[in-house]
C-alpha cells in the first residue's frame, strides 16, 4: 500500500510560484533594475548613450556586464558566483582543462570560471582595487560594498545563509559521489575512463572486477541470470546511498532533535524520492555511472534485458534528462534533497507542525539561494518544486515494479530495502 498525499506539495508549488510571482513583479519595477535604468543604473536621460557607447561585456563569460564588480567589468551572474565563493570558502575540484567560459555554458565548470576571476582581478580574494575608473563607478561600488555589509548585518538573511552552508557541507561530506564528480567522469575530463558495459560479454568483466569491487562476490549469484545479477548489484547500490541519505539527514540542523518514530518515518518515505534525484548526477542520455564511477552501463543494454528488468530504469533516465537540464549544482542539490527528507505531510508523524516549519525554512532557503545561483534563470524556482511530485510519482511506479518482480522472478529484497517497502506499498 501506498499512501501518497500531493495535496501539501501541490499547494506549495502554487502558492510559492505565486509569491515568486509578485516578487518578480516588483523587482522589474524598482529602479535598479528597470530598463529605464540602463546598463549602470544611471539616469533614464542617459539611456541611449548608455546601451550605445557605454554596453560592456563580462570579462568572465561575455554576458552583458551590469556594472564594475570586485575590480573587474562583470554581470550579476558572476558577481554573484564570485561572491558566493568568497563568503562560504567554497571550493571546487580541480579541473585541468582550461575550459572556456561563455554565457551558455558558465555554470558547467565552477573551478575554471572562478580561476578565471582570479587572473582578472589579480587581487587578494577578499580585497577591491579601485584604479582608474570614472567616479560613479566608485560610488556604485562603495554602494554594492554597504549593501553587501548590511546583508550580513541582517540576522535573517545570515542564518539563511548559515543554514545553507551546514545543509551543503553536510552533502559533500556524505556522498560518496556528487554531481561535480560525476560530470568529470561524464564529461570525460578524468585521466582513465570508466569501464563501458554494453552487452553481456562487458557485463562480465565487469563482474570480474568492478562489481567484485562495489558488493563483493556472492557464489549465490554465480548460477542466476544476468537479469538478476544487475538487480542484486542495484538493490547493493541502493542499500549503500540509503546509509548516505541517513547520515546526511542526521547532519541537517534540527532533524536529529525530532522524535525518533518521525526521524525513522521521514526517512522510510523520502530516501527513495532523494536517492533517484542522487541518481540522476550519475546519468546523461546514454547510461549510468556505476562502481564508484568506475563503470558505465549503457542505456541501450538495460533496455535490452527482458522485462521486467528492462523496465526498471527507463524512468529514472527520463526523469534524469529532465532533471540535469534544471542545471542544479551540487549547493542546489543539498538543500533540495534536505526538502525532500524533511516534508511534513508524510503518514504517520506525530510532531507535524515541527516538521513542517522545518521544511519551510529549507524551501525559502532553497529559493534565495537558486534566485542567487541562477539569476538568469527567473522561474528555476517553481521547476524544482515540481521535480518534488515528479519523484513521488517515480517512486510509487518503481515500488509496483520491484513487487512485480518479487512475485515472478527468483530473486529477494535486501532486508533494509524490504523494511522501507513494508507498510507503504
Given amino acids: 500500500r501506498y499512501f501518497l498525499n500531493n495535496h501539501y506539495t501541490t499547494s506549495l508549488i502554487f502558492k510559492c510560484a505565486h509569491v515568486f510571482c509578485l516578487l518578480s513583479c516588483v523587482d522589474a519595477l524598482t529602479p535598479a533594475s528597470s530598463p529605464s535604468s540602463g546598463v549602470y543604473g544611471g539616469p533614464a536621460g542617459q539611456d541611449e548613450f548608455t546601451s550605445t557607447s557605454l554596453t560592456l561585456g563580462?570579462?568572465?563569460c561575455s554576458d552583458r556586464a551590469s556594472g564594475y564588480h570586485y575590480g573587474v567589468h562583470a554581470c550579476e551572474g558572476c558577481k554573484g558566483f564570485f561572491r558566493r565563493t568568497i563568503r562560504l570558502k567554497l571550493e571546487y575540484d580541480k579541473c585541468e582543462r582550461r575550459c572556456k567560459i561563455q554565457k551558455k555554458?558558465?555554470?558547467?565548470c565552477q573551478y575554471c570560471r572562478f580561476h578565471k576571476f582570479e587572473v582578472l582581478v589579480s587581487i587578494p580574494q577578499t580585497a577591491i582595487r579601485f584604479g582608474r575608473m570614472p567616479q560613479s563607478e566608485k560610488l556604485r561600488l562603495k554602494a554594492e560594498i554597504l549593501t553587501g555589509e548590511r546583508e550580513i548585518e541582517d540576522p535573517q538573511l545570515a542564518d539563511q545563509k548559515t543554514l545553507a552552508k551546514q545543509i551543503y557541507e553536510a552533502y559533500l561530506k556524505n556522498f560518496n559521489m556528487n554531481k561535480s564528480k560525476a560530470r568529470t567522469i561524464l564529461t570525460g575530463k578524468t585521466s582513465t575512463p570508466p569501464f563501458v558495459i554494453h552487452d553481456m560479454e562487458t557485463l562480465q568483466l565487469a563482474e570480474q572486477t568492478l562489481v567484485a569491487k562495489?558488493?563483493?562476490?556472492?557464489?549465490?549469484?554465480l548460477n542466476k541470470d544476468a537479469e538478476v545479477r544487475i538487480f542484486h548489484c542495484c538493490q547493493c547500490t541502493s542499500v549503500e546511498t540509503v546509509t548516505e541519505l541517513t547520515e546526511f539527514a542526521k547532519s541537517v540542523p534540527g532533524f536529529s532533535n525530532l522524535d525518533l518514530n518521525d526521524q525513522v518515518t521521514l526517512l522510510k518515505y523520502g530516501v527513495h524520492e532523494a536517492l533517484f534525484a542522487v541518481l540522476a548526477s550519475c546519468m546523461n542520455k546514454d547510461g549510468l555511472l556505476v562502481a564508484y564511477g568506475s563503470g558505465f552501463i549503457t542505456r541501450e543494454f538495460l533496455k535490452s534485458l527482458r522485462r521486467p528488468f528492462s523496465e526498471m530504469m527507463e524512468p529514472k533516465f527520463q526523469f534524469a534528462l529532465k532533471f540535469n537540464s534544471l542545471e542544479l549544482d551540487d549547493s542546489d542539490l543539498a538543500l533540495f534533497i534536505a526538502a525532500i527528507i524533511c516534508c511534513g505531510d508524510r503518514p504517520g508523524l506525530v510532531n507535524v507542525p515541527h516538521i513542517e516549519r522545518m521544511q519551510e525554512s529549507i524551501v525559502n532557503v532553497l529559493h534565495l539561494h537558486l534566485k542567487s545561483n541562477h539569476p538568469d534563470n527567473g522561474f528555476l524556482f517553481p521547476k524544482v518544486l515540481q521535480k518534488l511530485v515528479d519523484l513521488r510519482q517515480l517512486v510509487t511506479e518503481h515500488a509496483q515494479l520491484v513487487q512485480e518482480i518479487k512475485k515472478t522472478e527468483d530473486t529477494s529484497l535486501h532486508p533494509?530495502?524490504?523494511?522501507?517497502?513494508?507498510?507503504?506499498?
Avoid at 105 to 108: A, E, G, L, S
Avoid at 214 to 221: E, F, I, N, P, R
Fill in 105 to 108: 555554458n558558465r555554470n558547467k
Fill in 58 to 60: 563580462c570579462r568572465v
Fill in 416 to 425: 533494509l530495502l524490504q523494511e522501507i517497502y513494508r507498510d507503504m506499498y
Fill in 214 to 221: 562495489m558488493v563483493g562476490s556472492s557464489g549465490a549469484l
